[in-house]
């Protein structure tokens, strides 16, 4: 195995195989009252990252037979910077589920789905001070499985075969490049 590990790392440059990890927050989840913290890690290319989340749909996302309407997410995801590591543009893609929860507006009744997503992502990185940076970026999650028709009080919730997405990530970078 080690054998393998070295050939592998043959011919990359020490930037290449230099470990990185961070953490991140995003301001999307925030701005609504919840919250994101996830944590990556890998090469300065390649990363991969996981997080966890809440966030309550803000009124022009949901439907209007909806009064509320929370996504607690988990998701693993790999990001890569397509044109090397020094390039600040990244792309992702991985795997999201969302646990939430729908309430009528004209009943007050909820309900809970469960929707697994694929999701893909681009942005662009910059750092602003330090090992700080922020992370501009938007998605596309496509509903893979889950619950659909979701009865609930006097409305029927259809979740979304197409989910977009659009907000900003800031972070720490625990290691220098």
């Known amino acids: 195995m080690l054998v393998v590990g070295l050939w592998a790392t043959q011919g990359q440059s020490a930037t290449a195989r230099q470990f990185t990890a961070g953490i991140e927050t995003d301001a999307l989840p925030l701005a609504t009252g919840g919250y994101l913290a996830a944590l990556w890690a890998g090469t300065p290319r390649v ?74 992502s681009l942005g662009w990185h910059r750092d602003i001070w330090k090992q700080l940076y922020v992370r501009p970026w938007a998605g596309l999650s496509l509903r893979a499985a889950g619950d659909r028709d979701i009865r609930v009080g006097d409305s029927t919730y259809d979740s979304r075969l197409l989910n977009p997405e659009l907000s900003v990530k800031m972070g720490w970078r625990f290691t220098r490049e």
């Open 47 to 120: 990363q991969v990252r996981a997080l966890v989340a809440r966030v309550n749909m803000p009124d022009l996302a949901r439907p209007d037979a909806f009064d509320r309407q929370e996504i607690d997410a988990t998701a693993l995801l790999l990001d890569v910077h397509p044109l090397g590591a020094a390039s600040p543009w990244w792309v992702a893609g991985g795997l999201v589920r969302w646990d939430g929860r729908i309430r009528d507006a004209s009943t007050g009744i909820s309900e809970n789905y469960d929707v697994w997503l694929l999701n893909g």
